[in-house]
C-alpha cells in the first residue's frame, strides 16, 4: 500500500473491522451496509491518505465525523469510511470574537470550552452530536431562531477534496464549495476537516419552564403552540412520549427556554405560558429555573436516546394549522410505540429577531419543526416500527413545507431538503469538483416539486 496510514486502516473481515462498523452507529439500528475499508484518521495527513487509497483502489468515499446519523447515511457498501472522530482540535480567540474547530469534537464540549470564555456558538441540542455533520446540514441549534441555523456562523472550511488537494473556501476563495457546505449535509462531495466560525458574546441568563400534561390535553395544548410559536422570543421544545416507568399513556412536556440578560426579562419572556388554555389540566410545572444549555442538554434530552435501542426518524417543517395536523396525531396517540419513543415540536420561522439568510445551499425550514423518533428494542419489529413513523409523516406531507437533514428518513422517504433551484446547483457544483462521483451523495433524492409551501422556501 503507498499510503502512510496502514496502522489505522481496518478492512473488512479484519479483526476490530465489525466493532469499529458498529460504533460508527449511535444506536442498536446499525444498517446492514458494510464499507470495505474504515480509515480511523488522526489527522489532516490520514485524510489525504485515505483519499489516495479510496483512488488507488477505486472506491468511493463516505465522511464520519460524530455517528450520530439516525440512519447511519456514512455507512455505505464497498466505500472507504473517513473516520474524523479523532480530529478534536479547538481554537477560540476572544478578542476577535472567532474561533476554529475540527469536526469530531462534540457541540457539548465545544459549548462547555466557550461558556468559560464567557462565549457563545450555536450548538446543538444533543450531547452526543459532534459539529462535523451538524454543521454541514445546517445546524438546528440552542437560540436558534436568535443566530440562524448554526452553518450561518461558519466563516471558512479546511477541505480534502476528492482529487486529494487540501483547500481553504470561504466567501472569497472557492465560494461554490463554502455554499454547498452550508447546507448539503451528508450529500458534500469533499472531506472537511476543520471549520472556522464566528463567536458571540453569552447571554447572562438562561432561564427554562416546564409544563407536563396528559395525552388528552395534546389538542388544546398543541394548537396553542402553533398560535404563540412565532409570537414569542423563547424556545419551545414540545414533546410527546411515553413514561418508560409505567407505558401509560402519552404524556405531553412543553419546556420553554429564555436567552436574556436579565431574570427579569426572562420571567416576563416566560409567563406567555400561563396563558396556555390547558394550564388548569397541568399535571406539574417547574416554573423559572436559572439554568444553562448543558444541563438542558443532559437533563432534557439524553433519556430520550438510549444507544441500546434500534432508532427511526423523520421530520418536517410546516406553518399548517394545527387542525390540520390533529387526525393524523390523534392515530398515532392511539398506537404510540414504547418508550423512548417521542415526538419534538420546535418554533423556529417567522420570528421577527431572526437574522437574514445569507446565500448558501441550506434553504428550507419553516414557522414549526416536527421530528419523530421511534425506538424499540428487538430487530423483529424493523418493518413495524419503519412503517409507523413513515407512513404518519407521509400522512402530513400535504402540510410540509420540507425536511431538515439532520433528522432525515430519506431511504423510506425521500422529501425536499433543499429547494428544487439550491438541489440543481449543488448537482452543477459537485459536477465540477467531484466528476468522477468519489463521494457518495444522500440516501434518497427528493423529486421536483415535492413540499413547495412557500412559507418554507428562504
Same mark, same amino acid.
Given at each position: 500500500?503507498?499510503?502512510?496510514?496502514?496502522?489505522?486502516?481496518?478492512?473488512?473481515?479484519? =479483526?476490530?473491522?465489525?466493532?469499529?462498523?458498529?460504533?460508527?452507529?449511535?444506536? !442498536?439500528?446499525?444498517?446492514?451496509?458494510?464499507?470495505?475499508?474504515?480509515?480511523?484518521?488522526?489527522?489532516?495527513? %490520514?485524510?489525504?491518505?485515505?483519499?489516495?487509497? $479510496?483512488?488507488?483502489?477505486?472506491?468511493?468515499? @463516505?465522511?464520519?465525523?460524530?455517528?450520530?446519523?439516525?440512519?447511519?447515511?456514512?455507512?455505505?457498501?464497498?466505500?472507504? #469510511?473517513?473516520?474524523?472522530?479523532?480530529?478534536?482540535?479547538?481554537?477560540?480567540?476572544?478578542?476577535?470574537?472567532?474561533?476554529?474547530?475540527?469536526?469530531?469534537?462534540?457541540?457539548?464540549?465545544?459549548?462547555?470550552?466557550?461558556?468559560?470564555?464567557?462565549?457563545?456558538?450555536?450548538?446543538?441540542?444533543?450531547?452526543?452530536?459532534?459539529?462535523?455533520? =451538524?454543521?454541514?446540514?445546517?445546524?438546528?441549534?440552542?437560540?436558534?431562531?436568535?443566530?440562524?441555523? @448554526?452553518?450561518?456562523?461558519?466563516?471558512?472550511?479546511?477541505?480534502?477534496?476528492? &482529487?486529494?488537494?487540501?483547500?481553504?473556501?470561504? /466567501?472569497?476563495?472557492?465560494? %461554490? #464549495?463554502?455554499? @454547498? !457546505?452550508?447546507? &448539503?449535509?451528508?450529500?458534500?462531495?469533499?472531506?472537511?476537516?476543520?471549520?472556522?466560525?464566528?463567536?458571540?458574546?453569552?447571554?447572562?441568563?438562561?432561564?427554562?419552564?416546564?409544563?407536563?400534561?396528559?395525552?388528552?390535553?395534546?389538542?388544546?395544548?398543541?394548537?396553542?403552540?402553533?398560535?404563540?410559536?412565532?409570537?414569542?422570543?423563547? /424556545?419551545?421544545?414540545?414533546?410527546?412520549?411515553?413514561?418508560?416507568?409505567?407505558?401509560?399513556?402519552?404524556?405531553?412536556?412543553?419546556?420553554?427556554?429564555?436567552?436574556?440578560?436579565?431574570? /427579569?426579562?426572562?420571567?416576563?419572556?416566560?409567563?406567555?405560558?400561563?396563558?396556555?388554555?390547558?394550564?388548569?389540566?397541568?399535571?406539574?410545572?417547574?416554573?423559572?429555573?436559572?439554568?444553562?444549555?448543558?444541563?438542558?442538554?443532559?437533563?432534557?434530552?439524553?433519556?430520550?436516546?438510549?444507544?441500546?435501542?434500534?432508532?427511526?426518524?423523520?421530520?418536517?417543517?410546516?406553518?399548517?394549522?394545527?387542525?390540520?395536523?390533529?387526525?393524523?396525531?390523534?392515530?398515532?396517540?392511539?398506537?404510540?410505540?414504547?418508550?423512548?419513543?417521542?415526538?419534538?415540536?420546535?418554533?423556529?420561522?417567522?420570528?421577527?429577531?431572526?437574522? /437574514?439568510?445569507?446565500?448558501? &445551499?441550506?434553504?428550507?425550514?419553516?414557522?414549526?419543526?416536527?421530528?419523530?423518533? !421511534?425506538?424499540?428494542?428487538?430487530? @423483529? %419489529?424493523?418493518?413495524? =416500527?419503519?412503517?409507523?413513523?413513515?407512513?404518519?409523516?407521509?400522512?402530513?406531507?400535504?402540510?410540509?413545507?420540507?425536511?431538515?437533514? &439532520?433528522?432525515?428518513?430519506?431511504?423510506?422517504?425521500?422529501?425536499?431538503?433543499?429547494? %428544487?433551484?439550491? #438541489?440543481?446547483?449543488?448537482?452543477?457544483?459537485?459536477?465540477?469538483?467531484?466528476?468522477?462521483?468519489?463521494?457518495?451523495?444522500?440516501?434518497?433524492?427528493?423529486?421536483?416539486? $415535492?413540499?413547495?409551501?412557500?412559507?418554507?422556501?428562504?
Amino acid at each position: 500500500m503507498s499510503t502512510q496510514i496502514e496502522s489505522r486502516v481496518l478492512r473488512r473481515g479484519e =479483526y476490530r473491522y465489525e466493532i469499529h462498523r458498529r460504533e460508527a452507529c449511535w444506536h !442498536a439500528g446499525v444498517p446492514n451496509r458494510y464499507p470495505e475499508v474504515i480509515v480511523l484518521a488522526n489527522n489532516e495527513d %490520514d485524510v489525504v491518505g485515505a483519499m489516495k487509497l $479510496a483512488r488507488e483502489e477505486r472506491r468511493q468515499v @463516505a465522511v464520519r465525523s460524530g455517528g450520530h446519523s439516525w440512519s447511519g447515511s456514512h455507512l455505505r457498501d464497498g466505500t472507504v #469510511l473517513i473516520d474524523l472522530s479523532n480530529l478534536r482540535h479547538v481554537t477560540l480567540d476572544k478578542e476577535a470574537m472567532s474561533g476554529t474547530a475540527q469536526p469530531g469534537i462534540k457541540g457539548s464540549e465545544l459549548s462547555t470550552m466557550l461558556a468559560e470564555a464567557g462565549l457563545f456558538f450555536p450548538t446543538g441540542h444533543c450531547t452526543g452530536v459532534s459539529i462535523g455533520g =451538524y454543521l454541514l446540514q445546517g445546524g438546528f441549534a440552542w437560540a436558534g431562531r436568535d443566530y440562524g441555523p @448554526a452553518c450561518m456562523s461558519v466563516t471558512g472550511i479546511d477541505v480534502v477534496t476528492a &482529487a486529494g488537494e487540501r483547500i481553504h473556501a470561504d /466567501e472569497m476563495q472557492h465560494a %461554490d #464549495l463554502f455554499w @454547498a !457546505a452550508r447546507g &448539503a449535509g451528508p450529500g458534500f462531495f469533499a472531506v472537511v476537516t476543520g471549520f472556522s466560525v464566528k463567536l458571540y458574546p453569552r447571554r447572562r441568563v438562561t432561564m427554562n419552564s416546564g409544563y407536563f400534561w396528559p395525552a388528552s390535553a395534546a389538542q388544546d395544548v398543541y394548537r396553542f403552540v402553533h398560535e404563540i410559536g412565532r409570537q414569542t422570543p423563547t /424556545e419551545i421544545n414540545l414533546m410527546c412520549h411515553r413514561d418508560p416507568m409505567t407505558e401509560d399513556e402519552p404524556l405531553i412536556a412543553l419546556n420553554a427556554t429564555a436567552f436574556t440578560d436579565t431574570e /427579569e426579562e426572562a420571567r416576563e419572556q416566560l409567563s406567555i405560558y400561563e396563558s396556555c388554555p390547558a394550564r388548569a389540566r397541568v399535571l406539574g410545572t417547574r416554573l423559572n429555573d436559572v439554568t444553562d444549555t448543558m444541563t438542558l442538554s443532559r437533563v432534557g434530552t439524553d433519556p430520550h436516546y438510549d444507544e441500546t435501542k434500534r432508532y427511526l426518524a423523520d421530520n418536517m417543517w410546516t406553518h399548517a394549522s394545527f387542525d390540520d395536523l390533529w387526525p393524523n396525531f390523534e392515530e398515532m396517540l392511539r398506537t404510540w410505540p414504547p418508550a423512548p419513543s417521542h415526538m419534538v415540536v420546535f418554533n423556529w420561522g417567522g420570528y421577527a429577531g431572526e437574522p /437574514e439568510r445569507p446565500s448558501m &445551499a441550506y434553504s428550507v425550514e419553516d414557522e414549526l419543526y416536527y421530528g419523530l423518533y !421511534a425506538a424499540w428494542a428487538d430487530p @423483529a %419489529d424493523d418493518q413495524r =416500527y419503519t412503517r409507523w413513523v413513515t407512513d404518519h409523516m407521509r400522512a402530513w406531507e400535504p402540510y410540509a413545507s420540507g425536511m431538515q437533514l &439532520a433528522d432525515e428518513n430519506l431511504v423510506n422517504r425521500p422529501y425536499r431538503f433543499v429547494t %428544487d433551484e439550491n #438541489l440543481r446547483r449543488l448537482d452543477d457544483i459537485r459536477a465540477r469538483w467531484d466528476p468522477d462521483g468519489v463521494f457518495v451523495s444522500w440516501l434518497g433524492r427528493p423529486e421536483p416539486g $415535492a413540499g413547495t409551501a412557500e412559507a418554507g422556501t428562504r
